[in-house]
């Protein structure tokens, strides 16, 4: 059993990588000419290659129609269709003309030779504008790759389709099916960078097809169908299926702001995605460079399109690697320690020298000395409650016994000195601090030396657990950047994983230091 598995991922291993450099190969020649929309082409790529479709989101002129037929002939002897639809299209124009023969044989079967039932691609500019006849009909030939032709039903080779709008569908048009079938929402809008705008003005117009595109970087359609079977088998990582948990629970959180509704469908056929794209880029696992493709497949209106984004690449960086060991158990247990190590073996507070009276109360003794300048001193000692320490309660003093006296009054102040009156006004006031026996961190005397050894070693336990984590995460983080370039994301987006990776062994550094602050109190 193990020997197939090795040869089914050596089979694997090999597919793809021959995939990733004719795919290099591929968008070289595909993009020359297209400026700033060289990812829109290879995402484009990347949706034909899974068999997802594609939706191009931007106004008219910016090579939405161009994109679609570079995309076409990247493959061996394509077969294209492309229509301008708008509220007088017919099924005519789309599905091929009713057979005039046929109907006068009592059948209504099209003549569908050159229309969209027998295209491998197809691009359908203004979608949103065809007639409800139109789209439904597409709707079944997208779903279930079958066209209804008279009493026929055709299978169709469509590979993908392209549809493109400057609008999305509007709500409770009965267009969300449709919606939902274009995995891929990609906007294409003008040129911004002044530099590449200056180019496309000195520029001869782009050529339809790619110049001097070679017949064996081109993908045949057996080479499609053996990638597509190779794709089902690459796996989604733990680091995927997190990010992915991430991300969907916050779209559920925040679906009422966002209105964005994702379906199990949509879910299923951008996991898809996210193993074609390992694929293509030579690996037989996901990481986390495939994930960003998903903020392309979320978003459902130009409102909530970059908040989904933000979403996505959010979930990314705070992800970093899944490791073997639960950081957040580990997080808790710390805490718990931490806690149990400062209750236990130092003061949580300030110690004071207070004596416990019959009444079962504290109080502080004070030797009180009143002086007068008539009569001599007044001396006697007096019991104040340690109830009023932190107060500016007035209290009379009490004697041994815990009788009130009543001659005198005391006040705290509330930053711990008291003020000590004397009813005969003949004699001074006198200040009273009281004594501090521990201060607030000191350690406590006489603990159980068996309760602090357990305690270190509890400790030192978290902080092998985390030094394991952490080399985990360097090993796996050893060339990830390499592994981490893709055809199909950018280096700024790929740096955010980065990013994230550099943050997460930061903050386990952070949590050892802390481990090592623990050891030395158990000391």
Not at 84 to 106: H, Q, T, Y
Not at 108 to 116: P, T
Not at 371 to 391: A, C, D, M, Q
Not at 442 to 449: E, P
């Amino acid at each position: 059993m193990n020997n197939e598995n090795n040869t089914h991922q050596q089979s694997l291993s090999t597919q793809s990588h021959g995939a990733k450099n004719k795919i290099k190969s591929l968008l070289k020649k595909l993009t020359e000419g297209l400026y700033e929309r060289e990812q829109i082409m290879s995402i484009a790529l990347l949706g034909a290659i899974s068999g997802q479709n594609t939706f191009l989101y931007g106004p008219p002129g910016t090579a939405k129609s161009l994109i679609s037929r570079r995309l076409a002939s990247a493959f061996k002897e394509p077969i294209y269709f492309e229509h301008l639809m708008n509220r007088f299209s017919s099924p005519e124009d789309v599905f091929g003309p009713v057979s005039i023969k046929a109907l006068k044989e009592d059948s209504y079967i099209r003549k569908i030779e050159g229309y969209l039932p027998t295209a491998n691609f197809a691009f359908l500019d203004e979608i949103w504008k065809s007639s409800p006849a139109i789209l439904n009909s597409l709707l079944t030939l997208i779903n279930e790759h079958k066209f209804k032709n008279g009493n026929q039903s055709i299978d169709v080779p469509l590979k993908s389709l392209i549809a493109a709008s400057n609008e999305v569908p509007l709500e409770n048009q009965g267009l969300d099916a449709l919606y939902d079938r274009f995995i891929l929402r990609l906007p294409v809008l003008p040129i911004t960078e002044e530099k590449n705008f200056n180019n496309l003005l000195n520029s001869k117009p782009t050529p339809e097809k790619p110049t001097n595109i070679k017949d064996n970087i081109t993908i045949s359609y057996q080479e499609l169908e053996n990638w597509q079977q190779q794709i089902y088998n690459v796996e989604l990582s733990t680091d995927t299926l997190m990010i992915i948990k991430i991300i969907k629970n916050e779209l559920a959180e925040r679906f009422e702001e966002l209105k964005a509704y994702v379906s199990d469908r949509r879910w299923q056929r951008a996991a898809i995605l996210l193993k074609a794209s390992a694929f293509c880029n030579g690996r037989n696992k996901t990481n986390h460079s495939d994930v960003i493709l998903l903020k392309h497949c979320l978003w459902t209106s130009p409102e909530n399109r970059q908040i989904i984004s933000d979403i996505v690449m959010k979930a990314i960086e705070d992800n970093g690697f899944i490791s073997n060991i639960n950081l957040s158990d580990l997080d808790n247990e710390k805490e718990s320690l931490d806690r149990e190590i400062n209750n236990e073996l130092y003061h949580n507070e300030d110690v004071y020298d207070v004596m416990t009276l019959p009444d079962g109360k504290e109080y502080f003794k004070v030797n009180a000395r009143f002086e007068s300048r008539y009569y001599g001193p007044h001396v006697n000692i007096l019991h104040i409650p340690y109830t009023t320490f932190k107060t500016k309660e007035k209290k009379h003093p009490v004697d041994i016994n815990g009788n009130e006296l009543k001659q005198y009054t005391c006040q705290f102040d509330g930053q711990g000195t008291c003020t000590i009156l004397y009813k005969d006004r003949d004699y001074n006031n006198i200040l009273f601090k009281p004594t501090v026996l521990c201060h607030k961190g000191d350690k406590k005397k006489d603990i159980n030396t068996r309760l602090i050894s357990s305690l270190k070693q509890s400790i030192i336990k978290i902080r092998k657990n985390l030094n394991e984590v952490l080399t985990e995460i360097k090993e796996k983080n050893n060339n990830y950047k390499l592994n981490l370039e893709s055809h199909f994301v950018t280096n700024e987006e790929t740096d955010v994983a980065i990013k994230g990776i550099i943050e997460q062994t930061q903050q386990i550094k952070i949590r050892i230091k802390d481990c090592e602050r623990l050891e030395s109190l158990c000391k």
